[in-house]
């Protein structure tokens, strides 16, 4: 089982570009969540993805966007970037609430840099 | 609205000595609590859950917690902490079902002396 699984391990950007992150969660899994961790923080909800459609948002503005592909895999979207979005990105899945895969598993991150 | 809070973002131990790492939780509905541990440019990883089973949960590499209602805590501990437990420990609550979303505290930073 190769785990919650994301690309790339790292990212530098220029402000104002736009950037895409990708994460397959562990097998078995069909919902995922994407965090945004800065520098000395904990992580902060972003959203989750289940059936390919947004279940839940944080307070995030619209420049945050996802998608969920058929296979469960999922993808955030960054436009317009600040420097305020430097940050360790975080993806994590879970399987069907009230079943053994009902616990939230976290990939190893994409560190995005924004110059 | 839930959220947890940790107190001390930096805790020192003594190698071998108790590792306390404290965790107080505020949530309208019973909840759901994690401590996830982070080393260094890694991600999170799970130590253990409460999911209104037992109120004494283990973990792994010796971690346990204790969910006491009365107090709203859920407090990390392990009797004898070894040099690989220096890591970020963060606390993390959510509610049962559905499609929610997991908060975090803010973390606690183990330091462990030699």
């Known amino acids: 089982d190769a785990g919650v699984t994301q690309s790339p391990t790292h990212l530098i950007k220029t402000r104002g570009q736009q950037v895409t992150l990708r994460c397959s969660p562990k097998?078995?899994?069909?919902?995922v969540s994407w965090y945004q961790q800065a520098l000395g923080q904990g992580p902060q909800f972003i959203f989750q993805?289940?059936?390919?459609?947004?279940?839940q948002r944080g307070n995030f503005p619209d420049r945050f966007s996802g998608h969920q592909f058929p296979n469960y895999s999922s993808e955030l979207n960054v436009n317009a970037l600040l420097l305020g979005d430097s940050a360790l990105y975080l993806c994590?899945?879970?399987?069907?609430?009230?079943?053994?895969?009902?616990?939230?598993?976290f990939g190893p991150g994409t560190r995005l840099t924004v110059l | 609205a839930q959220s947890v809070t940790q107190l001390g973002s930096h805790v020192s131990v003594s190698e071998g000595a108790l590792v306390l790492l404290r965790c107080n939780y505020s949530?309208?509905?019973?909840?759901?609590l994690f401590w996830y541990v982070q080393y260094p440019n890694q991600g999170l990883q799970l130590l253990l859950k409460?999911?209104?089973?037992?109120?004494l949960v283990k973990g792994i590499n010796g971690f346990e917690a204790e969910f006491k209602k009365s107090e709203t805590s859920f407090h990390l501990t392990k009797p004898s902490a070894h040099m690989s437990d220096a890591a970020e420990y963060f606390c993390?609550?959510?509610?049962?079902?559905?499609?929610?979303?997991?908060?975090f505290g803010t973390g606690t930073k183990l330091q462990v002396i030699p």
């Open positions: 994590a899945s879970r399987g069907l609430a009230g079943t053994s895969t009902d616990t939230q598993y």
């Open positions: 097998s078995g899994h069909d919902t």
């Open positions: 993805y289940y059936e390919e459609e947004e279940r």
């Open positions: 949530s309208s509905v019973p909840p759901y």
């Open positions: 409460y999911t209104s089973a037992a109120t």
């Open positions: 993390a609550v959510t509610f049962s079902g559905g499609y929610q979303k997991v908060t």
